[in-house]
């Protein structure tokens, strides 16, 4: 099975720091969207993509773990990796690196489930993203 993943460099805004200089914990979750929507565009999966076919697909768990702080100044990269499932789920693990010495400051996992326009929860796998598992090979 392949391993889908892109990463992406970003900066670190001074409105994203506290007093102490460090990220503030509410921005990591922006990180982590950032890093979908990297891997949206390279892989095709989208949030257009989703919402053309026909779906929604919020987010039901976000959970990450700090290693170091992220201070203001720093030059960090996101990695994101897709984790296959058989559920109808799209599952990512993050890992953010200090581009300076390649230290690990922060990890993380999203998970996003599937539902219709009526809001209702989709328990099968839609069409659009078997097609897209068979097209990536990460069945």
């Known amino acids: ?5 892109t990463s992406k460099e970003f900066e670190i805004r001074f409105s994203e720091v506290d007093s102490m200089n460090i990220v503030w914990h509410g921005a990591y979750p922006l990180y982590f969207e950032d890093a979908r929507e990297a891997f949206g565009k390279k892989y095709d999966l989208g949030y257009m993509r989703i919402f053309d076919s026909g779906y929604y697909a919020p987010l039901v768990d976000l959970s990450f773990q700090y290693k170091k702080p992220l201070l203001y100044g720093m030059h960090p990269r996101i990695d994101i990796i897709y984790r296959p ?14 581009t300076e010495d390649e230290s690990l400051v922060a990890t993380g996992r999203s ?26 090979n990460v069945l």
């Open 1 to 5: 099975m392949r391993e889908l993943k």
């Open 85 to 98: 499932t058989e559920a109808a789920k799209i599952i990512f693990d993050y890992e953010i690196y200090d």
């Open 111 to 136: 998970i996003q489930v599937f539902m219709d326009r009526d809001y209702q929860l989709v328990w099968n796998n839609p069409a659009f993203y078997e097609e897209w598992k068979q097209k990536w």
